[in-house]
């Protein structure tokens, strides 16, 4: 049974950074699958804002480009997210899964049940 884990999240200044971590379980070929980033805010859509395909090939909502990097390591069965310049419009729960293009390689599908997100709150 596949097991998403987020953590790394939590209260963090304008300006300051976090690194968000997805522990993955329960998947047998960990490497082959592509993974993302998703978050959702209060009162908001779920909305995919990275993701890593196979190659080390990256996408990023326009939101999250230029401050937000995804990352993995195969050895560990980790996703990582590493946020920087964070902004209040950051705040939100934080999700990752790994990504299914089969449908449309231009809009993924979640492959799991979502985990329990890791909060992040950008405030002052």
């Known amino acids: 049974q596949e097991q998403l884990v987020e953590s790394g999240g939590g209260l963090v200044q304008p300006g300051g950074s976090l690194r968000l971590s997805c522990e993955v379980s329960?998947?047998?070929?960990?490497?082959?699958?592509?993974f993302g980033w998703y978050r959702q805010g209060e009162g908001k859509e779920r909305e995919l804002i990275a993701q890593?395909?196979?190659?080390?090939?990256?996408i990023y909502a326009k939101s999250a480009r230029g401050r937000f990097t995804i990352s993995r390591d195969n050895d560990r069965n980790m996703v990582y997210l590493d946020m920087a310049n964070l902004k209040p419009e950051d705040t939100a729960i934080y999700y990752c899964?790994?990504?299914?293009?089969?449908?449309?390689?231009?809009?993924?599908?979640?492959?799991?049940?979502w985990g329990q997100g890791a909060q992040v709150t950008v405030s002052s």
């Open positions: 890593l395909i196979d190659g080390g090939y990256t």
């Open positions: 329960g998947v047998d070929d960990f490497s082959f699958y592509a």
């Open positions: 899964n790994g990504l299914d293009y089969s449908d449309d390689r231009y809009s993924p599908r979640a492959r799991w049940d």
